[in-house]
């Protein structure tokens, strides 16, 4: 258990639909990383958060958007879906910039 | 042009024999990261064993040692007396500034 936990575990959905993705970090890690990993994309950064602030960003679409929380809770938000959307979505933190904990994966599945 | 080239995309190795998982990386930044993980059918990301750009010893970590040769950028994962439970994909990754690249993996099937 890396102490990272990720809401939902699996999220079925339809196109063009909207939905939320929650991550904690462990208790005392300011960076939070979210990740995805799909069939034909691999894994993909998305973008960072320390301590609330939003860090550097990746791959990640206009249609997506996260943010950190005070208490350093993230979330992911992911609108007008589509079927290519259909991944594992993964959360990971740190106490300093380099992503050692990765939670267990919230399963998206666009139908 | 890829960042991180994991040239096996599948192996089978015998119960209790050393495995190396190969990983070639291509960075101009002289300040870098590698990175190994381990992603089991279950599908949580494990992280296993991580080497500096400038650490001057290869990193070990219990079974998983990494076999750094920094002018080949060459991060070798090696995992010593192979268990069944060890079967899994194995990512290699890199970073330099934001977030990780990672490879396309590698497909790991320890034989009894």
């Known amino acids: 258990d890396s102490g990272v936990t990720q809401t939902p575990k699996h999220l079925i959905t339809a196109t063009g639909q909207r939905v939320t993705l929650r991550c904690s970090p462990r208790?005392?890690?300011?960076?939070v990383y979210w990740y995805q990993q799909s069939l034909d994309q691999g894994l993909q950064f998305l973008i960072q958060?320390?301590?609330?602030?939003?860090?550097a960003k990746g791959n990640i679409l206009e249609r997506f958007s996260a943010q950190q929380f005070p208490d350093l809770h993230s979330e992911l938000n992911l609108s007008s879906l589509e079927l290519g959307d259909s991944a594992l979505y993964f959360c990971?933190?740190?106490?300093?910039?380099?992503?050692?904990?990765f939670g267990p994966g919230t399963r998206l599945t666009v139908l | 042009a890829q960042k991180i080239t994991q040239t096996q995309p599948g192996m089978f190795v015998q119960e209790k024999e050393a495995v190396t998982l190969d990983c070639t990386y291509d960075?101009?930044?002289?300040?870098?990261?590698l990175f190994w993980y381990k992603q089991p059918s279950s599908g949580e990301m494990i992280f296993l064993i991580y080497?500096?750009?400038?650490?001057?010893q290869n990193a070990t970590e219990g079974r998983y040692s990494l076999n750094f040769q920094k002018a080949r950028k060459s991060a070798n994962l090696v995992i010593s007396a192979s268990q069944l439970g060890d079967s899994a994909m194995y990512f290699c990754a890199m970073r330099e500034s934001d977030g990780l690249t990672f490879g396309k993996g590698t497909h790991l099937i320890i034989q009894p």
């Open positions: 960075t101009s930044d002289p300040s870098y990261g």
């Open positions: 990971a933190s740190s106490p300093r910039l380099a992503e050692k904990f």
């Open positions: 958060y320390y301590n609330g602030e939003e860090r």
């Open positions: 080497q500096g750009s400038y650490d001057q």
């Open positions: 208790s005392g890690d300011l960076s």
